[in-house]
């Protein structure tokens, strides 16, 4: 079976990051020897928190080290700088059983970080072929998932609350990614929804997977810190989480 | 080539006399290909050489052997003896043809140096990083419970094999060290210098360094006897042709 990767974007505080750990949650329980690599693309790394693992270092710790290398005039040859990232990328991974943790951390300071980026972005692709699912978490948008992750993605799932402009900017999202990335499917997640909330009936929004409700039990575990699984499985996070994948996986899912 | 004589000294004088275990190449040897981009995870990993913080030096030198032939040596234990993560050290010692052109030889240094980047035995996740000259090894659990489990020999004549694919490579002579006992410092200095050595000569193959004024390089022409004829040969050639 090829890799199937979930990338969740959105305006902040829609709780992709939740959501992404509900998936992490559910593919790990549903396919308990299947690998999972998680990727914090949120500057934020918030999902350390709801996945209870601390990246050794961050992909930008390793880009700011190989950029003082290149300055320095140490590494600035291709063999050499994809060596170097590969050596580097491997510390940065947490691992729990068969769940691996990736944090992208910052973005760029001030400068052009291309070169290293280019070389960063194909040892995270060379690694992905090791993994039966990659969840990543990512920032408002795509870009920075195409420029500083991958570029091809199974499953694009942008998340939005009730709010008019949060919908607009999945939209937004949605059809930027139908430029900037290779993607399967697209579908859309409602997220912390007043009740009685219906999705709006609009032609250049996604399909959508489920609508959430508010979820006080995950706020509050949220603002203690607890991790995605220290929640009890019928919290709706966790039903609406599993609604979308089974949607998202079809008919895949029995084969995987 | 001269230009290393005085590493591979060092490097010998550093050594038992005899090593723990060595092996004449043999393609029979050479250990199973594994994936290029396969990770090792931790919880498939028996242990990891240099792992830990612990010291590991990677270093490819040009010269002579003692024993001009394609051999592995161990110092120290082999796979199977270790459990833990332990210091590691690996040279390379390759011999290039004396029949072959000179210049073409100095401008392939590099490449056949890189060439310990393309290693992928199963089982022996390999990560070099050039700028510190470390190089640390995943060994996979499942190669050292497999009936004929992975040993420095198989790896040895796997890079072997990779490397007499260049037609300039005369011999090749791989060190694997994991003695407790052994120099690391030492060892580590002399990958340092080794490394400075191949840069330098690639920085005096380029057609805009010969301000030695303002050369970093400067202190291994210097050092190394032969560096600095190689330099003004260069520089006298790209003169006389007006390049």
Redesign the interface.
């Known amino acids: 079976m090829s890799t199937q990767s979930f990338a969740f974007v959105g305006k902040g505080g829609v709780g992709k990051t939740s959501l992404s750990a509900a998936f992490i949650r559910l593919l790990g329980e549903r396919y308990p020897d299947k690998k999972i690599l998680a990727v914090d693309a949120d500057p934020a790394v918030g999902l350390s928190v709801a996945l209870d693992m601390v990246p050794p270092m961050t992909v930008d710790d390793i880009r700011m080290r190989i950029a003082e290398n290149i300055e320095r005039g140490e590494t600035a040859d291709a063999v050499s700088l994809l060596s170097e990232a590969r050596f580097h990328m491997t510390d940065c991974i947490a691992e729990r059983g068969n769940l691996s943790f990736l944090a992208i951390g910052r973005p760029e300071a001030a400068g052009c970080y291309c070169k290293v980026n280019a070389y960063l972005k194909q040892v995270i692709e060379m690694f992905s072929d090791n993994y039966d699912f990659i969840v990543i978490d990512g920032e408002a948008g795509i870009e920075q998932i195409n420029r500083r992750v991958m570029e091809r993605i199974t499953y694009l799932v942008p998340v939005s609350d009730g709010s008019r402009k949060a919908i607009s900017v999945a939209q937004t999202i949605a059809d930027v990614a139908s430029r900037l990335v290779s993607c399967e499917r697209t579908g859309m997640i409602f997220n912390r929804v007043r009740s009685g909330f219906t999705p709006p009936d609009a032609d250049e929004l996604p399909p959508v997977l489920a609508v959430i409700g508010d979820d006080p039990n995950q706020t509050q575990k949220d603002m203690e810190g607890e991790s995605i699984f220290t929640l009890p499985p019928g919290s709706p996070i966790l039903a609406g989480a599993k609604k979308a994948l089974e949607a998202l996986l079809g008919e895949k899912s029995e084969s995987l | 080539m001269n230009l290393y004589k005085v590493i591979l000294d060092s490097l010998y004088s550093l050594l038992p006399r005899q090593p723990d275990k060595s092996a004449v190449y043999s393609d029979a040897l050479c250990a199973p290909e594994g ?5 090792l ?3 498939d990993t028996a242990f990891e050489l240099g792992g830990s913080g612990k010291a590991a030096v990677e270093s490819v030198v040009f010269g002579d052997p003692p024993q001009n032939r394609d051999e592995v040596l161990l110092y120290g234990k082999d796979l199977r003896e270790l459990s833990d993560d332990t210091p590691f050290a690996h040279f390379t010692v390759i011999k290039l043809r004396e029949d072959s052109d000179k210049d073409l030889r100095y401008e392939q240094l ?1 490449t056949i140096a ?1 060439s310990v ?1 393309q290693l992928y035995p199963e089982g022996y996740h390999i ?5 510190a000259g ?1 190089e ?1 090894v ?1 060994v996979a659990r499942s190669a050292l419970e497999r009936e004929h489990p992975l040993s420095f020999m198989n790896v040895g004549c796997s890079l072997i094999r990779l490397l007499k694919k260049h037609e300039d490579v005369e011999s090749v002579n791989t060190v694997f060290i994991t003695d407790q006992n052994s120099d690391y410092r030492a060892l580590a200095e002399l990958a340092r210098k080794a490394k400075a050595i191949t840069d330098t000569v690639q920085r005096t193959l380029m057609p805009d360094t010969l301000d030695c004024a303002s050369c ?1 390089m400067k202190p291994v022409c210097d050092e190394i006897e032969g560096m600095r004829e190689l330099h003004f040969q260069k520089e006298r050639e790209r003169k006389r042709h007006g390049t």
């Open positions: 994936d290029k981009n396969a990770l995870f931790r919880a590099q890189f980047f990560r070099i990083s050039p700028s470390r640390q995943r970093k």
